[in-house]
């Protein structure tokens, strides 16, 4: 069987209600320009309808659902969607579209124009367009963890955060063959990694809606954060990231 060009990775945990929405979105935008893609549901230990609601939706020549035997965290979910990803690009995004999927279009221009690696959606460059915010606390936060992450990673990216990323499977892939954050930092690790390994990377302003409903605690999440950039830091010093194979070369 033929490889497709695009596999779309879903990391889903209790989207029930959000897949039934989005997954007919995703499957008109594939069908209007004529893209041959393949769609993985990553179910994350879910324990509603997530699973039966994303089986009945994709079809079996368009998608599949992967199920995760425990909840283990957004960047787990994510790292298993890659690694079971066959298409050309890899086109990460949230189960609430909260970047529409027709952005894709946009940063698949980008990444065939400029010869990129990765192409990552940005909430905070001149041209992104949020058109509903995150409440007043979460944007303090995200600010305020953009700017310890700077002196701590070298990273310049305006919005490491946000969900929606194009990925050349083939360069990218050895570092999630090595990746090993769970959570909501797995972002990071992997920008983190891209930068070290010289992999071309370009941020670009995207349309963002926010979804009312989070899984993301502002409590527990920025502690948890930190530390796992802290512990990323310590492994690529180690040389743990070092990929054993793959067209990554040594940093």
């Not at 959606?121 to 303090?140: F, K």
């Not at 969900?163 to 050349?168: E, M, T, V």
């Not at 690529?236 to 067209?247: A, E, Q």
Request: glycine share 6%.
């Amino acid at each position: 069987m033929a490889r497709p060009h695009l596999s779309i990775v879903i990391p889903a945990y209790n989207e029930e209600d959000r897949l039934a929405a989005a997954l007919p979105r995703v499957d008109e935008y594939l069908r209007s320009g004529a893209i041959d893609a393949e769609v993985l549901v990553v179910d994350d230990g879910s324990t509603d309808r997530t699973q039966a609601i994303a089986s009945a939706l994709l079809r079996e020549e368009r998608g599949r659902v992967l199920r995760q035997p425990e909840n283990a965290g957004k960047g787990a979910a994510v790292r298993r969607g890659v690694l079971a990803a066959q298409g050309r690009w890899v086109l990460i995004t949230d189960a609430d579209l909260s970047t529409p999927i027709e952005e894709h279009a946009k940063l698949a221009e980008v990444a065939r124009d400029e010869d990129l690696d990765a192409v990552i959606g940005s909430r905070d460059l001149p041209g992104s367009r949020v058109e509903i915010r995150q409440s007043a606390p979460r944007r303090l936060l995200g600010k305020a963890f953009n700017r310890i992450l700077r002196p701590m990673t070298g990273l310049t990216y305006r919005d490491t955060q946000c969900g929606f990323k194009l990925l050349d499977r083939a360069r990218t892939r050895p570092l999630f063959e090595r990746m090993v954050v769970d959570h909501f930092a797995y972002d990071v690790e992997l920008l983190f990694l891209c930068d070290r390994f010289g992999l071309r990377v370009k941020e670009v302003p995207v349309v963002w809606r926010n979804s009312a409903r989070s899984t993301v605690s502002i409590v527990w999440a920025p502690p948890r954060m930190l530390f796992d950039v802290v512990r990323l830091r310590w492994r690529f010093r180690r040389g743990l990231y070092n990929p054993r194979s793959g067209p990554v070369g040594e940093p």
